[in-house]
């Protein structure tokens, strides 16, 4: 089946330096990703979608100069959060929508960020 | 817009007995609703969804859910829990018209006891 590798699956970084995360889609198309935030024993938080070669659309009270999306390709697409701080820990999930499957949505393992 | 409410932050059942885990859905076209399990410091994994075909949806695992239009419902049941099936479970439905991001509820954690 579908298959989203995210990398890395745990990062530490100091408070103040930038943090990128890679989804890609291993053997499939994703026209659509998504991004999504979530807390201990909460539900996700959709962050932003980015379609690939367009600009990403960032949910409201999302900060699209802090979380950089970029989906340069049809199987990859980058998350960086930049100019991190201890309230930017947290567990980042991408998702890939399949273009061959309109309802088909594969999450990557997901990647905990602690900022120290 | 589209939401989905969870019903119950906690289930605990014993090993062998019957799961349910509550979904209600409001939405003003017909749903495509969506049954994932998070288990810790992972991804999320497809038990099933539907998608305006068959009410009663079979999944992996045992799982199984029912779109009831009239109770606005899609619960999600397994005849017999098994231990490995302690997890946290979400109900999604599509967002329509909203670039089909889909729409979690707050989750449900299930616990199995021996």
């Known amino acids: 089946g579908a298959v989203v590798s995210q990398h890395p699956s745990r990062v530490i970084c100091k408070s103040g330096t930038s943090v990128k995360i890679e989804c890609r889609s291993l053997d499939f198309q994703a026209t659509t990703m998504f991004w999504y935030r979530q807390f201990p024993k909460q539900s996700l938080m959709l962050m932003a979608t980015?379609?690939?070669?367009?600009?990403?659309?960032?949910e409201q009270g999302v900060e699209k100069d802090k979380f950089l999306i970029n989906h340069a390709s049809l199987t990859l697409s980058t998350l960086t959060v930049t100019s991190a701080h201890p309230e930017d820990s947290s567990f980042y999930i991408c998702?890939?929508?399949?273009?061959?499957?309109?309802?088909?949505?594969?999450f990557g393992s997901g990647t905990r960020l602690t900022v120290v | 817009a589209q939401s989905v409410t969870q019903l119950g932050s906690h289930v605990s059942v014993s090993e062998g007995a019957l799961v349910l885990l509550r979904c209600n859905y409001s939405s003003s076209v017909p749903p495509y609703l969506f049954w994932y399990v998070q288990y810790p410091n992972q991804g999320l994994q497809l038990l099933l969804k539907y998608t305006s075909a068959a009410t009663l949806v079979k999944g992996i695992n045992g799982f199984e859910a029912e779109f009831k239009k009239s109770e606005t419902s899609f619960h999600l049941t397994k005849p017999s829990a098994h231990m490995s099936d302690a997890a946290e479970y979400f109900c999604a439905v599509r967002g329509y018209n909203q670039g089909g991001k889909l729409i979690f509820g707050q989750g449900t954690e299930l616990s199995v006891k021996p």
């Open positions: 998702s890939a929508r399949d273009v061959r499957e309109r309802d088909g949505y594969t």
């Open positions: 980015s379609n690939e070669g367009s600009k990403a659309t960032y």
